[in-house]
């Protein structure tokens, strides 16, 4: 398993890296597969934490050009990339590490809450535990290990047994074979 890495260190990697990659392939499928959830949900604001790619962000923008869209990453690469392929007058960027500074976020803002990156954070529990109440919530977690991934759950159980007691849990899909889905709403 890995552990939480720096700014530096995704900058350097990002830099090594076409970082569109992470707007193809299995996050593409990723992003359809959601942005169709996220639509489902109709929202009138979301926000996406720890958001990497864009593509999910430009997906959900095709099919609800209205909604007020809010993208945070901390990674400067991040933010360059997405602000290059997302123009809409409706989206906000937020560039800090949501890790450090998630009582900051006014998240009575926003009715749907994404996150695809939870692997990154070491303050996953305590994120999902300052969402408000009644709030939708949709994570994406992948079931691989890697550098900077915190922690690596593999199984339905393992996910309802760290994230069971902070979210009413409705659904967990297989969405390729390497991510899993979570419906749930803050409890």
């Not at 890995?2 to 499928?29: C, P, T, V």
């Not at 123009?87 to 695809?116: H, M, P, Q, R, T």
């Not at 994570?139 to 309802?160: C, F, G, Q, W, Y």
Request: charged content about 25%; glycine content about 4%.
């Amino acid at each position: 398993m890995g552990e939480k890495r720096s700014l530096a260190w995704y900058f350097a990697e990002h830099q090594k890296i076409d970082f569109d990659i992470f707007n193809r392939g299995i996050h593409l499928k990723r992003a359809e597969f959601l942005s169709d959830l996220i639509v489902s949900s109709n929202p009138h604001s979301i926000l996406e934490i720890a958001a990497g790619g864009s593509i999910l962000a430009q997906q959900v923008l095709q099919k609800l050009p209205d909604v007020k869209y809010c993208f945070n990453d901390f990674s400067p690469v991040a933010l360059e990339h997405a602000g290059a392929r997302i123009k809409s007058k409706n989206v906000s960027f937020i560039g800090f590490d949501i890790d450090n500074f998630y009582e900051a976020i006014i998240w009575e803002d926003y009715d749907l809450i994404i996150c695809v990156s939870l692997e990154h954070l070491e303050h996953d529990k305590e994120i999902l535990q300052e969402i408000p109440k009644g709030k939708k919530v949709f994570l994406s977690i992948p079931n691989i290990d890697a550098l900077d991934h915190i922690r690596v759950l593999k199984t339905n159980e393992e996910i309802m047994e760290r994230y069971g007691s902070i979210l009413n849990i409705r659904k967990i899909t297989d969405c390729t074979k390497i991510f899993k889905i979570v419906e749930a709403w803050t409890i």
